[in-house]
């Protein structure tokens, strides 16, 4: 006999409803690249690029195999490698900081802040203190726009400048996020995205893009994109890497950035609801004026102590959260030989310990929103 289950489960992401909405153009875009069979390096891989940069106004934009790639992209231009420090969170996904080692290069970890989750710039003078403890020679701070939030790039921007470093933007979770009238993209010399399939834009597998105002280093990074080409792909001038986008993903993104500003509206009016329902009960997220997020994830914090069995509650009822990140960098496994500002990194700590993700996507409608919180609600109530 069936059992029916008492709620009906509630997807965290709902790719599915995006691709109900798209209907026959993203299968009509695909079909093109099968019917000229290029597929890489297809024309749709340019005219996606045309589209970022102007989307965003950055002078180029590259596709690139990943978010992962497109770091390793930015990095590899800007020459950093063995004996050099690179800034950066440890309140952020691993590729980050995986990157900087992938070049040879080492991860430095700084706090961040506990309102943004983004990192600190108060804490980036303990960063450069700890990298030449360890005798390296800091080279580049690594902003992430966390959630979809950009960082404080105001207050990072001159004190890299006074110590030479290059800010490169781990933009992965905040292409479309709107920083005092400039969009990401256009914040810091080097900005990086990734169109994995859980990102506010993304494609039907893996995919990535640098964006650079500066003529030489969008150049290099076409060369590294590359195996390193020169005149011509069986003309190797520099060590480079296979990091191109596939013909078939630039077609899928091509149809999804047409309605890309839409859903982010969308996901601004789900946020605001979220604030609303929720500002009571739990620490909603507080925007610092000028910015927009673009809502990669949700996320709110909950007293210490209370959110495994308040995921428990919503689980029980079809209802998925997430905790990112449960496990800051710094005390990965992998990771955490590397050096850390100051003396330790308590908001990052903290953090990890009372961040808990909604579900949240364009399509989510107002009545299974209800319907998250109210049951967040009432776990909350009983905790
Ligand atoms: C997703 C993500 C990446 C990596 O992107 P991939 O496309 O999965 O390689 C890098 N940094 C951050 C902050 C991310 O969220």
């Known amino acids: 006999m069936n059992q029916q289950p008492r709620f009906a489960p509630i997807p965290f992401v709902d790719v599915a409803a995006q691709r109900r909405r798209l209907g026959a153009r993203i299968d009509a875009a695909i079909a093109r690249v099968l019917?000229?069979?290029?597929?890489?390096?297809?024309?749709?891989?340019?005219?996606?690029?045309?589209?970022?940069?102007?989307?965003?106004?950055?002078?180029?934009?590259?596709?690139c195999a990943s978010g992962t790639?497109?770091?390793?992209?930015?990095?590899?231009a800007k020459g950093i490698g063995p004996g050099d420090a690179v800034i950066c969170p440890a309140f952020t996904f691993c590729a980050t900081a995986e990157a900087v080692a992938l070049v040879g290069a080492t991860p430095v970890f700084a706090d961040v802040d506990a309102a943004t989750f983004n990192l600190d710039p108060t804490a980036l003078e303990a960063a450069l203190a700890a990298a030449r403890r360890a005798g390296l020679t800091p080279k580049a701070v690594m902003t992430v726009d966390l959630f979809g939030l950009p960082a404080a790039y105001d207050a990072i921007a001159?004190?890299?400048?006074?110590?030479?470093?290059?800010?490169?933007?781990?933009?992965?979770?905040?292409?479309?996020?709107?920083?005092?009238?400039?969009?990401?993209g256009t914040l810091a010399p080097l900005t990086t995205t990734s169109f994995f399939p859980s990102k506010p834009?993304?494609?039907?597998?893996?995919?990535?893009?640098?964006?650079?105002?500066?003529?030489?280093?969008?150049?290099?990074?076409?060369?590294?994109?590359?195996?390193?080409?020169?005149?011509?792909?069986?003309?190797?001038?520099?060590?480079?890497?296979?990091?191109?986008?596939d013909t078939i993903q630039a077609a899928v993104l091509i149809e999804k950035l047409e309605i890309f500003a839409d859903e982010l509206a969308a996901r601004e009016a789900i946020a605001r609801r979220y604030d609303a329902a929720l500002r009571?009960?739990?620490?909603?997220?507080?925007?610092?004026?000028?910015?927009?997020?673009?809502?990669?994830?949700?996320?709110?914090?909950?007293?210490?102590?209370?959110?495994?069995?308040?995921?428990?509650?919503?689980?029980?009822?079809?209802?998925?959260?997430?905790?990112?990140y449960p496990k800051p960098l710094h005390r990965q496994g992998a990771y955490r030989h590397y050096p850390v500002a100051g003396n330790g990194l308590p908001v990052t700590d903290r953090l990890?310990?009372?961040?808990?993700s909604l579900p949240m996507h364009a399509y989510l409608d107002e009545a299974t929103q209800d319907r998250i919180v109210a049951a967040l609600r009432a776990a909350l109530n009983s905790v």
């Open 352 to 356: 990890a310990d009372e961040v808990l």
């Open 69 to 76: 790639d497109a770091l390793l992209l930015a990095l590899m």
């Open 201 to 245: 834009l993304s494609c039907y597998g893996d995919g990535g893009a640098v964006f650079t105002d500066d003529d030489d280093l969008a150049a290099l990074m076409r060369s590294i994109r590359i195996h390193g080409q020169g005149a011509d792909k069986y003309d190797n001038v520099r060590i480079g890497i296979n990091g191109r986008l």
């Open 280 to 324: 009571d009960v739990a620490v909603v997220p507080r925007l610092p004026e000028g910015l927009t997020g673009v809502w990669a994830l949700y996320t709110i914090r909950l007293p210490a102590g209370a959110r495994d069995r308040v995921m428990a509650a919503l689980a029980a009822q079809g209802i998925p959260t997430g905790v990112y």
């Open 158 to 184: 001159p004190i890299a400048a006074a110590h030479g470093l290059v800010v490169i933007a781990d933009a992965a979770q905040s292409f479309g996020a709107v920083y005092h009238d400039r969009r990401v």
């Open 35 to 63: 019917a000229h069979c290029q597929f890489i390096m297809g024309p749709e891989v340019a005219a996606l690029e045309e589209k970022l940069a102007a989307f965003c106004g950055a002078r180029h934009a590259l596709g």
